[in-house]
């Protein structure tokens, strides 16, 4: 049996009646074109239909997150899970995570660390700094595929997020 991800949306009360608006994205985080591309695709064969944003680097995604330079115009909605891989250019993801922890309104939005680093000092640092999970992405290409399709179910389907809401 194929678990069918609920959706969680945005709620606005109108005049007293709640109404649903949009369903809150996955942020993924992630440099490495292939990696972009197998976690797409599990996510598309386990049914996952939030939007998936991706930026490439560390800049990119505090940008998109903090709605500034190419982002600026984007709909003012956190991200239901971030995917953030450890190694990246510009602003490396143990800077990303820091701001995003640091941030009042941010600092719910559970981050998974996704990453090729096995070191301890990155694993520990990670979760020093508030991240939700480490998840070390396997080499061979089914086990990876099969783990992003699971992390993706669970922050889909099983977790109940926090409602974050973002000042304008």
């Known amino acids: 049996m194929v678990a069918q991800p609920s959706i969680f949306y945005y709620q606005q009360l109108v ?9 809150r994205p996955l942020l993924l985080v992630e440099d490495d074109r292939k990696d972009v591309e197998l976690t797409l695709a599990a996510f598309a064969e386990s049914n996952i239909s939030n939007e998936v944003n991706v930026v490439r680097d560390g800049a990119e995604a505090l940008d998109y997150l903090y709605r500034r330079g190419n982002y ?14 450890l190694k990246l250019p510009k602003v ?3 800077q990303v995570l820091q701001n995003l922890k640091g941030d009042p309104v941010l600092k719910s939005v559970p981050v998974v660390m996704l990453t090729s680093s096995r070191e301890e000092r990155d694993v ?13 992405k396997p080499v061979d290409f ?27």
């Open 15 to 23: 005049e007293g009646e709640q109404m649903m608006i949009e369903a």
């Open 72 to 85: 600026s115009t984007r709909m003012n909605v956190t991200p239901l899970v971030i995917l953030l891989d």
């Open 92 to 94: 490396d993801g143990i």
């Open 124 to 136: 520990m640092r990670s979760y020093d700094l508030g991240a939700n999970a480490y998840v070390v």
């Open 142 to 168: 089914s086990e990876f595929f099969n783990a992003v399709k699971e992390i993706g179910l669970f922050w889909t389907v099983v977790n109940h997020p926090p409602q974050i809401d973002k000042p304008e």
